[in-house]
Nanobody, 116 residues
């Protein structure tokens, strides 16, 4: 059974930081691109960042320079360090695992709220 378990969301003031983590089980982690989407009510889901097994990261323009994605292949985890947070970063963040020829796997989502 595949599981992606997220942690680390919460409430933070503008300019603050949060770190999201996602622990994967039930998949051959090294075969998967790992990443994060986010979604707010009434808006299209946005790809925030993803990272290959070789640790090549890619970011949405809206988070470049503020967010850092990383993965620990030995522990089957992926993390998203979010700095200089803005109110517009408020969303539910979903961890995903993706590989060619397979279905995507998703975490349950974790709420991030940026507000004073």
């Amino acid at each position: 059974q595949v599981q992606l378990v997220e942690s680390g969301g919460g409430l933070v003031q503008p300019g603050g930081s949060l770190r999201l983590s996602c622990a994967a089980s039930g998949i051959n982690f090294r075969l998967y691109v790992m990443g994060w989407y986010r979604q707010t009510p009434g808006k299209q889901r946005e790809l925030v960042a993803h990272i290959t097994y070789g640790r090549t990261p890619n970011y949405a323009d809206s988070v470049k320079g503020r967010f850092t994605i990383s993965r620990d292949n030995a522990k089957s985890t992926v993390s998203l360090q979010m700095d200089s947070l803005k109110p517009e970063d408020t969303a539910v963040y979903y961890c995903f695992a993706r590989r060619s020829g397979s279905v995507d796997y998703w975490g349950q989502g974790t709420q991030v709220t940026v507000s004073s």
